[in-house]
């Protein structure tokens, strides 16, 4: 069985910076297929970035070229770095696995961006 966990998230103030840290453990074999979501209030929940399972990389549109993917295959660990954070990035943030076999999502971490 596989558990996410998400660390990193906080109160920032605009322009500022974060990163996120998604750790799994238990039964995983690769790291392919793992992303981040978020929700704010009233919205639904929507992709921000991941891995696809071929590896490759996805990203909103809203946040390319402010937000990066990257993982730690030693560590298990997918980040989230968060650059030049606006308002309305304020949301909890999942980490995700999804692949044929499987769809796990971590309990998330709240991101706020306010002055």
């Known amino acids: 069985q596989v558990q996410l966990v998400e660390t990193g998230g906080g109160l920032v103030q605009p322009g500022g910076s974060l990163r996120l840290s998604c750790e799994a453990s238990?039964?995983?074999?690769?790291?392919?297929?793992m992303g981040w979501y978020r929700q704010a209030p009233g919205k639904q929940r929507e992709l921000v970035a991941r891995?696809?399972?071929?590896?490759?990389?996805n990203y909103a549109d809203s946040v390319k070229g402010r937000f990066t993917i990257s993982r730690d295959n030693a560590k298990n660990t997918v980040f989230l770095q968060m650059n030049n954070l606006e308002p309305e990035d304020t949301a909890v943030y999942y980490c995700?696995?999804?692949?044929?076999?499987?769809?796990?999502w971590g309990r998330g971490t709240q991101v706020t961006v306010s002055s």
């Open positions: 891995f696809t399972t071929g590896g490759l990389t």
């Open positions: 995700n696995l999804h692949t044929i076999t499987r769809n796990i």
């Open positions: 238990g039964n995983i074999f690769s790291l392919n297929g």
